[in-house]
């Protein structure tokens, strides 16, 4: 079956710096994208990873490597505002995405 | 207007009521998605509609029915819902299925079944 791990919850200081890990087994890949989500809130694209390497966009960073089947999304100078859920999803070799149950990050002052 | 549009944004309804989700989108896509996502789960695809066209259906009960009128509209149809199915709704958009592009998504709907 295709599946996707993350961590159920992380907690980071303010200021700080945080990084949350995403494992992938899936049937083929065709990319692979972080999502953050607000509570209440709609998800929100962030990054998107095709190639091995690091995306970095601002104060947020994408790493993938299709060998290990591994990712993680990168926070540099915690705010509070990023309180949030991030969510990684696979596109497969159908292009058919595969999610994870997304990682609750808690930001403390 | 924002990308993709949900209503309502909260629902409170009996195991016997019939009601509908709507979900706009002015991003000019052509794909349009219903998700399910409930507590520390991954989001579950329901329905997918590619050019009006419904092209996934990932075994939903009976008791959920979309509605694609056109490429900026759909609809869920909800009807004799379990108290299982309370959940956040949401609907989400791209281009077009089967390019990989990214999803937009709407704010969602926030369903309880009593």
């Known amino acids: 079956g295709q599946n996707i791990d993350q961590p159920t919850e992380m907690t980071a200081t303010e200021g700080a710096i945080v990084q949350i890990n995403c494992t992938y087994q899936?049937?083929?890949?065709?990319?692979l994208f972080w999502y953050q989500q607000h509570a209440g809130e709609a998800p929100t694209f962030l990054s998107y990873?095709?190639l091995d390497g690091l995306e970095e966009k601002g104060r947020f960073s994408s790493f993938l490597s299709r060998s290990k089947g591994y990712s993680y999304l990168l926070l540099k100078e915690l705010q509070m505002k990023d309180s949030a859920s991030y969510l990684c999803?696979?596109?497969?070799?159908?292009?058919?995405?595969?999610w994870g149950a997304g990682t609750k990050l808690i930001i403390k002052p | 207007e924002t990308g993709v549009t949900q209503t309502p944004r909260h629902l409170v309804m009996g195991m016997t009521n019939k009601k509908s989700l709507k979900c706009e989108q002015h991003?000019?896509?052509?794909?349009m998605y219903w998700y399910k996502q409930s507590a520390k789960k991954p989001l579950e695809l329901m329905f997918v509609?590619?050019?009006?066209?419904?092209?996934e259906n990932n075994s939903v009960p009976s008791r959920f029915s979309p509605e694609c009128p056109n490429s900026s509209h759909l609809f869920l149809h909800l009807h004799t819902l379990q108290p299982e199915d309370s959940a956040l709704y949401l609907c989400?958009?791209?281009?077009?299925?089967?390019?990989?592009?990214?999803?937009?998504f709407g704010e969602g709907s926030r369903l309880t079944v009593l």
């Open positions: 999803a696979v596109t497969d070799s159908n292009y058919q995405l595969i």
């Open positions: 899936t049937s083929g890949f065709n990319g």
């Open positions: 991003l000019g896509h052509n794909a």
């Open positions: 509609y590619n050019f009006k066209e419904q092209t």
């Open positions: 989400a958009s791209s281009h077009t299925r089967g390019e990989g592009g990214e999803l937009f």
């Open positions: 990873n095709v």
